[in-house]
């Protein structure tokens, strides 16, 4: 089993950075996939990024080279680095493990884009 907590979240003005945390209570080497994924209000859960164990990364399109996702395998912490932040990047974000085959989720944190 997996456990997955979020953190690093909050509001902020448009234009500006956040960096999120995902902090694992399993060795994060022996987790080949992880991701970040967003729901806004009203709207489906969506990819952001996903990055393997080798350090291999895969992005929504949508973020035009704006979002960077990272992980630290020594101290078991994955992170996604958020730059030019939109309204519309406004959402709850969750951190995403596939371990054995079963999908494990955070809690999530908020992020509000907003003047």
């Known amino acids: 089993q997996v456990q997955l907590v979020e953190s690093g979240g909050g509001l902020v003005q448009p234009g500006r950075s956040l960096r999120l945390s995902c902090a694992t209570s399993?060795?994060?080497?022996?987790?080949?996939?992880m991701g970040w994924y967003r729901q806004a209000p009203g709207k489906q859960r969506e990819l952001v990024a996903t990055?393997?164990?080798?350090?291999?990364?895969n992005y929504a399109d949508s973020l035009s080279g704006r979002f960077s996702i990272s992980r630290d395998n020594t101290n078991n912490m994955m992170y996604l680095q958020m730059n030019s932040l939109k309204p519309e990047d406004t959402a709850v974000y969750y951190c995403?493990?596939?371990?054995?085959?079963?999908?494990?989720w955070g809690q999530g944190t908020q992020v509000t884009v907003s003047s």
């Open positions: 990055i393997t164990a080798l350090g291999r990364t």
């Open positions: 399993r060795a994060i080497v022996s987790i080949y996939n």
């Open positions: 995403n493990a596939v371990y054995n085959q079963v999908n494990y």
